[in-house]
Antibody, heavy 122, light 110 residues
Framework: QVQLEESGGGVVQPGRSLRLSCAAS????????MHWVRQAPGKGLEWVAV????????YYADSVKGRFTISRDNSKNTVYVQMNSLRAEDTAVYYC???????????????WGQGTLVTVSS | QSALTQPPSASGSPGQSVTISCTGT?????????VSWYQHHPGKAPKLMIY???QRPSGVPDRFSGSKSGNTASLTVSGLQAEDEAEYYC??????????FGGGTKLTVL
């Protein structure tokens, strides 16, 4: 069955960096776009970024553009998000999720991981 | 881009029906068929309940249904059950490989 497992969360000081990973299994990873979505404490879901199935294109929410970089390694079935210049408002549970469509982005997310908590605090 | 607009809360008694609205714009909900609904229990992964406005993934009870009119999408839960109590989020494709979520609606089963 499809499984997504995030890792790499923790406490980090403002201005520092952190890289999250999401290991995928149970499907042909290299055929699907992958997203990161976050949920700040007491807030709703916020789309963060998406990477195409082959890694050729990446798109970001305005709130993270220029600071976050999404990437993937299809040989390891893993998607990453490199988060730089972190701010207090980046504190959230970060989820990775699979786009339901093969080879293009629909914005429909059919499988999600359990999430990993990132806390930005001095 | 602002979040899609959902009511913060909704409620109903067991067996009743409840409808949650999701209002966007002509740049998202009004244009694209990729409108989805997610159920989110605290501490768990969000679950896809409706996709492409009105389609149900395998395993989702037919008590859940979706529709859209203009810039507003709706999720209806019929025959409410205790386990339906959760936060519900709508989302829409918003063009240029981006997507947008609603602010979430807390559904309470009385």
């Amino acid at each position: 069955q499809v499984q997504l497992e995030e890792s790499g969360g923790g406490v980090v000081q403002p201005g520092r960096s952190l890289r999250l990973s999401c290991a995928a299994s149970g499907f042909t990873f290299s055929s699907y776009g992958m997203h990161w979505v976050r949920q700040a404490p007491g807030k709703g879901l916020e789309w963060v970024a998406v990477i195409w199935y082959d890694g050729s294109n990446q798109y970001y929410a305005d709130s993270v553009k220029g600071r976050f970089t999404i990437s993937r390694d299809n040989s390891k079935n893993t998607v990453y998000v490199q988060m730089n210049s972190l701010r207090a408002e980046d504190t959230a549970v970060y989820y990775c999720a699979r786009d339901t469509e093969m080879y293009y982005v629909s914005g429909t997310l059919d499988y999600w991981g359990q999430g990993t908590l990132v806390t930005v605090s001095s | 881009q602002s979040a899609l607009t959902q009511p913060p809360s909704a409620s109903g008694s067991p067996g009743q029906s409840v409808t949650i609205s999701c209002t966007g714009t002509s740049s998202d909900v009004g244009t694209y068929k990729y409108v989805s609904w997610y159920q989110h229990h605290p501490g768990k992964a969000p679950k896809l309940m409706i996709y492409e406005v009105s389609q149900r993934p395998s395993g989702v009870p037919d008590r859940f249904s979706g529709s859209k009119s203009g810039n507003t999408a709706s999720l209806t839960v019929s025959g409410l059950q205790a386990e339906d109590e959760a936060e519900y989020y709508c989302s829409s494709y918003a063009g240029s490989n981006s997507m947008i979520f609603g602010g979430g609606t807390k559904l309470t089963v009385l």
